[in-house]
């Protein structure tokens, strides 16, 4: 998972090297965020604990906090968006209380999304890079062309994932 440091406030950088993208649960679950800052550090918080009460288990801990996120009335109104990973699934996780699984393990979200999503589709497509790669490179090209995506890249591996296993980037 990969994630580019350029916080904005309107149309003014703020900071620029964010660590966006942080490691949770004994470092076997990566997660990534786009959105406010002190927003997805509430999100953070709060998947971590959920996390910790389903024993690590992705799926179901993405689930409760999505239902949390959706029904608590302060949460609710939290501006950012996850990406979670663990060693063979990654969600990606909305203020709407989605919870989806990308059809094709490559999730990207934030305003560069759109561009490192179309990226590394075509980078696992046509090349044979490690999925660590795949996610730098497709930031540094949403990174060219968005305004509100940086070069500053940091990348978190759970391991070294083959070809076909999960990518996500956020932006």
Not at 17 to 39: E, T
Request: hydrophobic share 45%; aromatic share 6%; glycine share 10%.
């Amino acid at each position: 998972m990969a994630g580019d440091g350029q916080v904005t406030v309107g149309d003014v950088v703020m900071k620029h090297r964010a660590m966006k993208v942080r490691r949770l649960y004994h470092d076997q679950v990566v997660v990534g965020f786009a959105g406010s800052v002190a927003d997805a550090f509430t999100l953070f918080d709060k998947f971590e604990r959920h996390l910790d009460q389903h024993q690590g288990n992705l799926l179901r801990a993405a689930v409760a906090l999505g239902k949390e996120w959706r029904t608590d009335r302060y949460l609710r109104h939290l501006d950012a968006m996850l990406v979670v990973a663990g060693n063979n699934q990654m969600l990606l996780l909305s203020g709407d209380g989605d919870v989806i699984e990308p059809d094709d393990g490559i999730g990207a979200i934030g305003s560069g999304g759109p561009y490192a999503h179309a990226a590394a589709k075509a980078l696992i497509e046509h090349t044979d890079l490690p999925a660590a790669e795949v996610v730098r490179k497709a930031l540094e090209i949403a990174a060219s062309i968005c305004i509100y995506t940086n070069s500053e890249i940091s990348v978190e591996t759970i391991s070294d994932t083959p070809q076909g296993e999960p990518v996500g980037t956020g932006a």
